[in-house]
């Protein structure tokens, strides 16, 4: 082959890797991501999640220039509404949740391109409705057959809703156009039933046309956990067993379950918490360097690190669920979980969890992973701390570094998004006295441009077939494999232990770090 020759599939190889790398493409301006003709089917329309997220980062996006100027948005639920019933509520939404100022003329252009399809989901005439609107999608405003369903419905619909889109021709675009299915969490409630979903899902869409949310992956913080790791020289030849005491990875909110609990109740904070985003931070925060940053070498990695994580043998002693009572919380009363509005008072269900993984690979072994998340707690904080050993000989006296901990890396997802060093350094003075400093990078100093919602990034990768943040269906499996022995333990043993609304959780789960001789971070 010709140098010239050998140059140009160079650079193409260069481009197309340039393309598929989610860290650039997210900064990049030279290479604007924006969505060719297509359209969004929403099911489920009249949730919160659509009213707060999946509206708000439409607009968001049309705002930014990156839908197509005939992008169309359709609405299906039980709800006697017209197309204009339906903008009302879009419009609402948008004033109300986006992240963008509202801008008259590209509501007016995003407004033109909605439907609504009045229906359930087992009604057959509300679907070949739902066909038509599509087609009529295609000639009025150049959709080019190409739309993606959104299925922000309980699980327990999710075959019907499929099962309905092939049989009403609606999982099949016309010639070369694409037709994709975007599933949210919770995807099953173990592993048989995510297994059973998986197989009805793909029965229906090939699995390159599945696009599974995990919301945390869209989260700007989350995938810089990548560009750390992978783009500078001076972490990774630490980030293993030689110099990483342990890994505590920490989601806790503040907020109660509000009014979720018919979601809630019977799922609890493992399920809904730990199963996806947790684990997936840790993959993230574990995994080995893949061979390219696109969707196969990403998922082949993850995992890779999921399958090797294992439980501690004795679950009694390295995990602990709670439940909140009542307490106090930003200077106000709140009630327990017990009481909240639509709760069984003898429900056993958690919000909050806390357990001890291990890695077994060469890079990991021998250092545990702790995962805790819960409600009610003391702030709202997601962070990967992870915390290095001591040094292995100290030149100094006990008492000079007495107030010396361990050095830590902190990425701190939300709020405050950021990343923290936590080190020893002398105490100004005559005196040789060595205490922790921390250095800090904050986004928000050192970028101007706001990060995108999770939901923007997200929808927009579906929109674009790019499938790098999703999880596939083997990490989902996996992932139940690890909770469910769990959750079965717990289920035959007592109940959750009560902790105080506005703290950090039960003294249970203090003990449970103690017994290895540390203790958690208060974030
Ligand atoms: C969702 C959970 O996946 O994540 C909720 O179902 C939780 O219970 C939410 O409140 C938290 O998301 P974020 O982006 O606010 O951390």
Redesign the pocket.
């Known amino acids: 082959m010709s140098d010239s020759a050998n140059t140009k599939r160079a650079t193409a190889a260069a481009e197309s890797r340039f393309a598929a790398n989610p860290l650039r493409n997210a900064q990049d301006r030279r290479l604007p991501r924006i969505a060719g003709p297509s359209g969004l089917v929403i099911f489920g329309v009249t949730g919160d999640l659509s009213r707060k997220k999946l509206m708000p980062a439409v607009y968001d996006l049309a705002n930014r220039g990156l839908l197509p100027p005939g992008f169309s948005l359709v609405g299906f639920a039980r709800r006697d509404w017209e197309h204009e019933d339906f903008a009302e509520v879009v419009h609402d939404s948008v004033k109300q949740y986006s992240r963008t100022p509202f801008r008259e003329e590209v509501w007016r252009q995003l407004a033109e391109g909605m439907r609504f399809v009045p229906g359930v989901f087992d009604d057959d005439n509300a679907f070949v409705t739902l066909r038509s609107t599509v087609e009529q999608l295609d000639k009025e405003r150049g959709t080019s057959g190409n739309f993606a369903f959104y299925l922000s419905v309980p699980p327990k619909f999710f075959p019907t809703v499929v099962r309905q889109l092939k049989k009403h021709g609606l999982s099949d675009g016309p010639g070369d156009s694409w037709r994709r299915a975007v599933i949210e969490?919770p995807f099953g409630h173990n592993l048989r039933t995510a297994q059973e979903l998986n197989q009805i899902v793909h029965e229906v869409f090939p699995p390159n046309e599945v696009f599974r949310i995990d919301?945390?992956l869209g989260?700007e913080t989350v995938q810089n956990i990548l560009a750390l790791r992978f783009a500078n020289t001076m972490f990774e030849p630490i980030w293993n067993r030689s110099y990483v005491d342990h890994v505590q990875i920490t989601?806790a909110?503040d907020?109660g379950i509000g009014g979720?609990a018919g979601y809630?109740d019977g799922i609890g904070s493992a399920r809904?918490?730990i199963q996806?985003?947790l684990l997936q931070l840790l993959a993230l925060t574990a995994m080995e360097e893949p061979s390219s940053f696109d969707a196969d070498a990403l998922v082949t990695e993850k995992l890779k690190v999921l399958n090797a994580v294992r439980l501690p043998d004795d679950l009694g002693r390295h995990t602990v669920r709670g439940q909140y009572a009542a307490g106090w919380q930003g200077g106000e009363r709140v009630v327990g979980y017990l009481e909240e509005e639509g709760i069984d008072p003898a429900s056993v269900t958690d919000t909050y969890a806390a357990i001890k993984l291990e890695v077994d690979n060469r890079r990991w072994a021998g250092v545990p992973f702790y995962l805790r998340t819960g409600k009610r707690l003391g702030r709202r904080v997601?962070e990967i701390a992870v915390v290095f050993q001591r040094a292995p000989y100290s030149p100094f006296d006990a008492t000079e570094t007495q107030e010396l901990g361990h050095n830590a890396l902190v990425i701190r997802v939300?709020p405050d998004e950021g990343i923290t060093v936590r080190f020893g350094s002398k105490v100004p003075g005559t005196q040789m006295e060595i205490r922790d400093v921390t250095m800090d990078f904050a986004y928000g100093e050192s970028f101007t441009e706001s990060s995108p919602e999770?939901y923007e990034r997200l929808l927009l990768d579906v929109l674009l077939g790019d499938a790098n943040l999703f999880p596939r269906h083997q990490e989902v499996e996996r992932s139940w494999e690890i909770l469910d022995p769990i959750e079965e333990y717990w289920a035959s043993h007592g109940k959750p232990a009560p902790y105080a609304s506005g703290t950090w959780g039960p003294t249970e789960a203090d003990e449970m770090l103690a017994r290895d001789g540390r203790s958690w971070r208060r974030p």
């Open positions: 969490k919301h945390y989260k989601m909110e907020i979720r809630y809904d918490v996806n985003h997601t939300q999770a």
